[in-house]
C-alpha cells in the first residue's frame, strides 16, 4: 500500500491488518472478540477508517487513571492535600483493620 495513497473508508480485514501493522489472524480474533470495531457480514469482515482511527486515539479509563496518577507522583503539595482530605472525612487514612 502506498503510504501517499488515499485509504478508502471501509477497509477489508486485509486491509485494515496492513493498516494497524498487525497479522489478520490476531485482527479478525480483536474484531470477533469487539476489541476491535467492525463488522461480519456473512463471512467476511468490514472496518470503518473512521472508526479504526478514533479507536488508535482512545485510551481505556485505567490507562487514564494511571498516567494522571504518575503526574502527580513528584508533586509536593500531594503528601498535604491527601492528609487534608482524610482529615476532613474524620478517618485515617490507612485502613487500621487491615494493618496497614
Do not use: C, H
Request: zero cysteines; charged letters at 30%.
Amino acid at each position: 500500500m502506498n503510504p501517499t495513497a488515499t485509504v478508502p473508508e471501509v477497509l477489508t480485514l486485509d486491509e485494515v491488518a496492513r493498516y494497524l501493522r498487525l497479522p489478520t489472524d490476531i485482527v479478525e480474533r480483536q474484531a470477533a472478540k469487539g476489541q476491535i470495531p467492525g463488522r461480519r457480514i456473512e463471512d467476511t469482515w468490514r472496518f470503518l477508517k473512521a472508526a479504526i482511527d478514533a479507536w488508535l486515539q482512545s485510551q481505556d479509563s485505567r490507562t487514564v487513571l494511571i498516567q494522571q496518577a504518575g503526574a502527580l507522583k513528584d508533586d509536593e503539595s500531594l503528601y498535604v492535600l491527601r492528609q487534608s482530605i482524610y482529615a476532613l472525612r474524620e478517618r485515617p487514612e490507612a485502613d487500621e483493620k487491615a494493618g496497614a
